[in-house]
């Protein structure tokens, strides 16, 4: 067992700003498109071509400042980082060193002892480079540069989270940040929104901070929380053990679910950064900031406390519903017209964000415009009125909802009504009686749950259909007469 420590844990984001083009020319920002041909002499860094900045890139940087909580530097510059890999074709990359867009400001994520303020350290304008690819040849690395040049806001904390939880909390909430304020679409699966964790560990508080290890490749949150958790463990092993510690970065394995050496740590001297001749530094003008300012919409924290004081809902109902705008813009909606809150935050929960997350692709296109908040909450009625069990409705009618169909129209065809007839579930339960001769002996020697076994072998048997608040007394019933 590994000596307690103390962690330190720093973020930094790379954030896909959501422009058509890309930061210093018009070509496409596009995912998926074959390999080199959204490219040109800029982004190619041909000799003689010149960067230009994209004016729909800055605005949407400045109100990714601004919906942070930060401030807007008064002068605007760019920067060369020099560095050299085979994915950056001008052997540099335009980014911004000590004129960033602006420093500051915070997130706030909920923790077990309350809220605790995420404080950023800066959001600078920069270019991704482009991507190796490794997997079409064994002998051969491959060069796409379609993603040289794409806009990216780079979002850096201070070193003031604890631990992974904290982390992936931070993560979460800037997510739900960005998406709502219209900066970034956040959606990792098409590399929007990248994530770098610095990790150092000390046995005491008044230490200095221990070395800094980078992990890269982290693709996902859950991944970001793995790592570091991973890399605690192993650091806190390695100084027990009297080993010392090197700034590094790392890769983290998602496969083996462990990091390993890729290089080490550079310093921010060792870019060599110089000011970038081709783009001149310009001042930022209050107007411009305010008027900004003004165009951000009521941001996720400020939702999800709205929600909670007008509709009473738990802290995690509510958060999971302001998470994203189209959904609590469809639960107001539903409840409009249908005044069990309790009920619609249920059905939002369960059945609209499971079917979302298996059917992404759809979602993607359609969102929610297909499922119609009166449709859901006919669906509801037809459960409440005793008409559709509710496992029915969740598992064969709501599918065919969010395609458009009545739910009326669905269980008619369908023939799913719900059999509440004392007759035919006496049917359904003689049967399974028979067929489970164990569970009945379980039940006679004095284990209740026996009955919740069967209540489900007949739900099994009907298909659903069975009224289940009729199965149990029912059941109990009938093993009482054997």
């Not at 508080?205 to 890399?231: C, H, M, Q, T, W």
């Not at 080490?264 to 970038?276: G, I, N, Q, V």
């Not at 008619?412 to 339960?429: F, N, P, R, Y």
Request: contains cysteine; aromatic residues 8%; charged residues 25%.
């Amino acid at each position: 067992m590994s000596a307690q420590v103390i962690v330190t844990i720093g973020l930094e984001t790379h954030v896909q700003l959501k422009s058509r083009t890309k930061i210093f020319c018009s070509c496409a920002a596009e995912f998926g498109s074959t390999p080199n041909s959204n490219v040109c002499p800029v982004c190619l860094g041909l000799p003689g071509s010149l960067p230009v900045l994209n004016r729909k890139v800055f605005s949407l940087g400045l109100r990714a400042v601004l919906a942070l909580g930060g401030t807007p530097s008064e002068v605007i510059k760019f920067d060369r980082k020099n560095y050299f890999y085979p994915d950056l074709p001008k052997g540099y990359q335009i980014s911004q060193f000590d004129h960033p867009l602006g420093r500051g400001g915070f997130v706030e994520i909920d923790t077990p002892t309350g809220v605790k303020q995420v404080v950023l350290n800066r959001l600078h304008l920069e270019e991704d480079a482009g991507k190796l690819i490794h997997d079409n040849s064994p002998t051969e690395s491959h060069v796409d540069l379609n993603r040289a040049g794409t806009p990216l806001a780079e979002i850096v904390t201070e070193p003031c989270l604890d631990s992974s939880e904290e982390a992936y909390e931070y993560l979460t909430n800037l997510k739900a940040i960005l998406k709502t304020a219209g900066v970034s679409d956040c959606d990792m699966e098409k590399g929007h929104l990248r994530c770098d964790a610095n990790v150092s560990i000390r046995k005491n508080a008044a230490d200095p901070l221990g070395k800094r290890v980078e992990i890269k490749n982290l693709n996902s949150f859950k991944a970001v929380k793995a790592a570091i958790e991973y890399e605690v463990k192993r650091q806190a092993e390695a100084l027990e053990k009297g080993e010392v510690m090197v700034q590094e970065t790392r890769l983290w394995d998602d496969t083996r679910q462990k990091t390993f050496t890729m290089r080490s740590k550079e310093d921010a001297h060792d870019y060599r950064y110089f000011p970038e001749p081709d783009l001149v530094p310009f001042h930022l003008e209050v107007s411009e900031i305010e008027e900004a300012r003004k165009s951000l919409p009521t941001l996720p924290r400020a939702r999800k406390e709205n929600l909670m004081a007008k509709y009473n809902l738990s802290e995690y109902d509510a958060r999971l519903i302001c998470a994203d705008q189209e959904i609590e813009n469809f639960f107001e909606d539903c409840v409009k017209i249908y005044n069990d809150v309790k009920t619609i935050a249920i059905w939002i929960k369960g059945s609209v964000f499971a079917y979302r997350a298996e059917n992404s692709d759809e979602f993607k296109k359609f969102g929610l415009s297909r499922l119609k908040p009166q449709l859901l909450v006919q669906l509801i009625g037809l459960v409440d009125a005793g008409t559709l069990s509710l496992q029915v409705a969740k598992e064969k009618v709501f599918p065919e909802i969010v395609r458009g169909f009545s739910p009326a129209q669905v269980v008619k065809e369908k023939g799913l009504t719900q059999v509440s007839d004392t007759g035919a579930l006496e049917g359904w339960i003689v049967e399974v009686i028979a067929a489970n001769p164990k569970v009945v002996e379980d039940f006679k020697s004095g284990k209740e749950s026996a009955v919740m076994f069967l209540v489900g072998q007949v739900m099994k048997k009907s298909q659903g259909k069975a009224n289940p608040g009729m199965l149990g007394e029912l059941i109990k019933k009938k093993l009482k007469e054997i």
